[in-house]
């Protein structure tokens, strides 16, 4: 333990108390610096090294204390912001991020920009002081819920797809938005379609230059394949749901969080649920049954050594770097190998989703959220792609299309 262990462990013990209500444990870890101890001291954190960081989360975990907001907001928008915003967007938008009270989403995929980030065709023409969108995305998770969203869209298409991008922040609450959610397998509707009519943007909302909104992106993709690189945006982090009524006790927050995993998804994750499984179906003496656990096991702490190696990698530049490929893409085969093993322990009973199902859905939920990992935040092809160009330094995938104007691969 050093001093930032004892200081952490002294500030949780004196301020985690249940019966506080939820805003006031989110503003207190904001203001204290202990809930984004990564982020610059005054700006909600203490410049912690993400390993620091880590220790305090296993403190705060060790001690049952709730944690700080999650999700688009504070491990998408609030790194972006730190990196890219001027010291009056980072003002205006940081506080309702770190104390939880506002909502984000991304609204980067369309249909036809997916993998292929560069080629989204949502325009944003600037009118005065203004930007008006028009365009469609897909897949942004959470829009229903949002307060704000960050958007790329074309300003410029007379130059080559990646110069003619800008980033704005846009309210998602005015009559030129329209959500509309999509269905899921696990039968939730997380994530939907969003359609842009002339949406308004003001000027003051640019993050970044104008047309240079591509290299703002990539802050925010580093920052995403860090999180769920981590696992913590698969399976059972509802544990974490960003959206509460910020005045319930924080100990009502924690119980009903653990009632929802209980109806909803597995109480127990990773490793420790495929092992329960085993035990419980008395299979830990099946040969085939134990490779497949020593498997699971060995992804996982692969996982979380190729976790430590890429932070202490980022860790030289202090910045969110083309290696977190690697971690997300080792996360990936851990989870599609805990789904598969789940759903093979559990049986056939394993496919049917809902409580009513023998044994609860615990398997069902696994096997559907694996995918998660492996598509959002870019694929692990695309992974693959940028480990082999930008991390080992092979040949670039040939690409026709950088030098010719947007306009003409229309
Ligand atoms: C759970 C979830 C949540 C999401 N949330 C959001 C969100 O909040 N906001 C948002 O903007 N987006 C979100 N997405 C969208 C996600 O970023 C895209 O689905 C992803 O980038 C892939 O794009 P696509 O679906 O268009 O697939 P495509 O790009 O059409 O890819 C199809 C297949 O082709 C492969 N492929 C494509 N190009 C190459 C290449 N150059 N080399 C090798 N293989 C290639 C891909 O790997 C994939 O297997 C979410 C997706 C999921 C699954």
Redesign the pocket.
């Known amino acids: 333990m050093g001093a930032i262990d004892d200081e952490a462990a002294a500030w949780l013990a004196d301020n985690w108390r249940p019966e506080r209500s939820l805003g006031e444990w989110w503003s207190a870890l904001a203001e204290s610096g202990w809930g984004f101890p990564t982020w610059p001291a005054g700006r909600f954190g203490r410049g912690l090294w993400p390993e620091e960081a880590a220790r305090v989360t296993a403190l705060r975990r060790r001690l049952g204390a709730l944690a700080p907001p999650s999700g688009?907001g504070p491990n998408l928008a609030g790194p972006t912001l730190l990196a890219h915003g001027t010291g009056e967007q980072i003002d205006r938008f940081l506080p309702g991020i770190a104390h939880g009270t506002d909502i984000w989403?991304?609204?980067?995929?369309e249909p036809g920009a997916?993998?292929?980030?560069a080629s989204v065709r949502t325009r944003a023409v600037l009118d005065g002081e203004q930007w008006r969108i028009t365009g469609q995305?897909v897949?942004?998770?959470?829009a229903h819920r949002a307060r704000w969203a960050l958007l790329i869209a074309r300003t410029d298409p007379d130059v080559p797809k990646h110069r003619g991008i800008t980033f704005l922040v846009l309210a998602m609450d005015q009559p030129g938005v329209e959500v509309r959610p999509l269905r899921e397998m696990t039968g939730r509707a997380v994530?939907n379609e969003v359609f842009l009519t002339d949406a308004v943007v003001p000027a003051a909302n640019v993050i970044g230059a104008v047309h240079d909104g591509w290299r703002v992106a990539m802050t925010t993709l580093a920052n995403e394949r860090n999180y769920m690189g981590t696992g913590a945006s698969s399976g059972g982090s509802r544990v974490d749901v960003p959206l509460m009524d910020l005045s319930m006790p924080v100990g009502e927050v924690l119980a009903g969080a653990e009632a929802e995993a209980g109806r909803r998804v597995p109480r127990l994750r990773g490793y420790p649920l495929v092992q329960a499984l085993a035990v419980e179906r008395e299979l830990t003496g099946d040969p085939v049954v134990r490779q497949e656990l020593a498997r699971a096991y060995g992804y996982g702490e692969l996982g979380r050594m190729t976790g430590v190696r890429v932070q202490a990698a980022t860790k030289l530049g202090r910045r969110a770097g083309p290696e977190l490929s690697v971690q997300k893409v080792a996360t990936s085969r851990t989870l599609r190998h805990l789904g598969s093993l789940a759903l093979g322990l559990e049986g056939p009973d394993g496919m049917l989703a809902g409580m009513d199902a023998p044994r609860g859905d615990r398997a069902f939920e696994v096997v559907c959220t694996a995918?998660?990992n492996s598509?959002?935040?870019?694929?692990?092809?695309?992974q693959r792609?940028i480990i082999g160009e930008r991390v080992l330094g092979l040949p670039a995938?040939p690409r026709l299309d950088k030098d010719v104007p947007f306009r003409d691969q229309l």
């Open positions: 688009i989403c991304q609204l980067f995929s997916g993998s292929d980030l995305k897949w942004t998770t959470g994530f995918f998660v598509i959002g935040g870019g694929t692990d092809e695309i792609n995938e």
